[in-house]
């Protein structure tokens, strides 16, 4: 199969072309080629979707976009977050469409965060309910652009991905250097619900997708079992064999991280069930089983 891919050289990215380069062909859009070389092996690498031939290829996986997660939310960074999602996912669906023989399939990423802070759930694929905040406002826009190349000819997949747990990266290597210390800690009440997936999982959702002949819509990118903030930290602290008594309260957050604390401080309670509806099954379900799969 023919795929092109954008976002290569994040960290599910890099973890699909590891699945796929030896069974596919893999093209990976990138703005910096000389860095991205050194990361990726056995893909042919672009800088520009005018290198590319649509009507060569079968499927696309748009994951590119600024790190939501890495800098205070200024106006300039939200504005870049924004952006590097918005203009590119505009271009490929428009690329799409022109194509005579268009990819068959679009997967599209996204977020839990288009749900917003939800107090209630769970929350599967059908719920339409969200509260209007940042998070949602990029996840939304992300999602109508990538829904604009469904036609007759192209399957649009959108996966809205969770909280990532791997060896490396991700979530964890924020979280890790403090409960390494003993000094981590459940987040302000920590009843709030973090829906996660161990990368291995959303890597093999990924080629899931790409396979099923009928996959389309909105698919969680999280595992069955969210669990709340307490309890992510509990197990976290026994599979690094260090307390967690720190906790660390609502406003020391909002004054380091500003608006962006609103990550962390409130969640969602999201359940995956058309993936399970798919036929798709989980390695790691369960929180315990992710975290003592991890080389942490």
């Known amino acids: 199969m023919r795929i092109l891919l954008t976002g290569g050289t ?10 796929w380069h030896l069974q596919h062909d893999v093209t990976v859009l990138t703005r910096d080629i000389g860095k991205a070389a050194t990361l990726l092996a056995n893909v042919r690498l672009v ?16 994951l590119a976009g600024e790190p939501i997660a890495e800098k205070r939310w200024t106006t300039i960074q939200k504005d870049r977050i924004c952006q590097s999602r918005w203009l590119l996912t ?4 428009g690329r799409i469409l022109q194509a005579r023989t268009p990819p068959h399939l679009l997967i599209n990423g996204s977020a839990v965060g288009f749900y917003g802070r939800q107090d209630h759930g769970p929350l599967d694929e059908h719920y339409s309910g969200f509260y209007p905040e940042f998070s949602h406002d990029v996840c939304a826009r992300w999602e109508n652009l990538a829904n604009r190349a469904k036609t007759d000819k192209t399957r649009v997949a959108i996966v809205r ?3 990532v747990l791997a060896s490396s990266g991700g979530a964890l290597a924020k979280m890790l250097p403090a409960f390494k210390l003993g000094l981590g800690g459940p987040i302000s009440h920590g009843a709030q619900y973090m829906s996660w997936i161990h990368l291995d999982d959303l890597v093999a959702l990924f080629d899931h997708l790409l396979h099923q002949s ?13 669990v709340t903030n307490q309890q992510f930290t509990k197990l976290l602290a026994e599979r690094l064999h260090r307390p967690a008594w720190f906790r660390v309260p609502a406003f020391v957050l909002k004054l380091a991280l500003g608006e962006m604390s609103d990550l962390l401080i409130y969640g969602q309670q999201v359940y995956p069930q058309r993936v399970l509806d798919s036929g798709f099954r989980y390695q790691y379900p369960q929180l315990r089983q992710a975290l003592d799969a991890l080389d942490l």
């Open 10 to 19: 994040g960290l599910i990215g890099q973890a699909l072309i590891k699945r």
């Open 47 to 62: 800088h520009s979707l005018d290198e590319v031939d649509f009507n060569s290829i079968d499927a696309v996986v748009n």
């Open 90 to 93: 505009e271009d490929l669906a």
């Open 161 to 163: 991905i969770g909280i």
């Open 214 to 226: 009928d996959a389309e819509g909105i698919y969680h990118g999280t595992a069955p079992m969210a």
